[in-house]
Each structure stands twice: as structure tokens, then as C-alpha cells.
């Protein structure tokens, strides 16, 4: 099984995520019901077990719970993942939510990097403040050593636009992280 355990405390923060690439239960609780709702959509559609809690200073606003689970879960990804031997590599999906179209393509090629273009249109979705979608996606991409781009074609609703991000990203690491063969796949030979 390609699955991790990490577990990250901080003095905003206690995160613990259990992860496994190849299937699984999903139980997440971060505090922000619609972040609990976007990280089980992601794992759902990238096909992957996750078991995921936190406790942040919600007191004070998401962003530190919000930014420490994309970091931990970005760890664990990256962990699981080992030497990436035989894995797709790259991964792309296109995913419409109602009037929104959003579009994720990915590289888990250890070289971190985000490109993010997505503008939301309202600043709240049930609590959770929508500019922390860039958060999350960075920490992410950075502590997974993900070459990650993300655009939002169009779109009028800071809902639909967060949750075709999500599921766009879930879809396109279950295309990345398909065993294809047994190698690394590199004309460098590693990754």
C-alpha cells in the first residue's frame, strides 16, 4: 500500500493526516465545514483514503488551519508517493460546476511550483473566506514537490469555482499517481 502518516503541531495548529494513495475511508474534520467538504471531494475524486483532522485557531481566522493542512497533506503525498517508480506522472482534468469551468494540470516532478488564476467572486463560502483556496493549493503544491497550474475559465460563484478546483485537482492526481509501469518516468532517469 502507498499510504503515509504525518503529523504537524504548531502553536496555531495540530494536524495529523493519514494517507493512502490506493483506497480507502475518508474522514476529514478541519472546523470549516466547507473546507471538510472540498478536501473529501478532492479525495474522492483522486481516489484516495484519507483520514484527516485539525485543530487551528479558528478563533482567530482559517487561514492558519486552512495553509497547515495543504502543508501536511502536501507531506504526505510526497511520502507516499516514495520513489515515484512507475507512476503517470502527469495528470490533467477540465471540470464544469454549474456556470463555472475550472481547469487543473499537474507534474509531480519534484520541482514545486504553483500558477494559480482564479479570481472569486465573493470573499465568503459558508465561513470559509475564499483567497484561502491559493493558500491551501501553494502549501500544497510546494511540500508534494508538485508543478501545479490551476485556472478558472469562467465563473460568477466563489462556490462552484472553489469545488471544480478541488475536484479538477483530485482527477487530475489520479491520473499522476497511476502505476503505467516500473520505472521513473524521466528522459533524466529520476524525478
Known sequence: MRQASIQRTTKETDVSVTLCLDGGEVNISTGIGFFDHMLTALAFYAGFG????????????GHHTVEDVGIVLGQALR????????????????????????????????????????????????GYDSCLTVE????????????????????GNAHHITEALFKSLGLALREAVEIAGDGITSTKGAL
Open 50 to 61: 484519507l483520514e484527516l483532522s485539525a485543530l487551528g485557531d479558528l478563533h482567530v481566522d
Open 79 to 126: 511520502e507516499a508517493l516514495g520513489g515515484k517508480q512507475g507512476i503517470c506522472r502527469y495528470g490533467a482534468a477540465l471540470v464544469p460546476m454549474d456556470e463555472a469551468l475550472c481547469r487543473t494540470v499537474l507534474d509531480i516532478s519534484n520541482r514545486p511550483y504553483l500558477v494559480f488564476d482564479a479570481p472569486m467572486p465573493q470573499p465568503v463560502v459558508g
Open 136 to 155: 491551501f493549493m501553494r502549501a500544497f503544491a510546494i511540500n508534494s514537490g508538485m508543478t501545479l497550474h490551476q485556472k478558472c475559465e469562467y465563473g
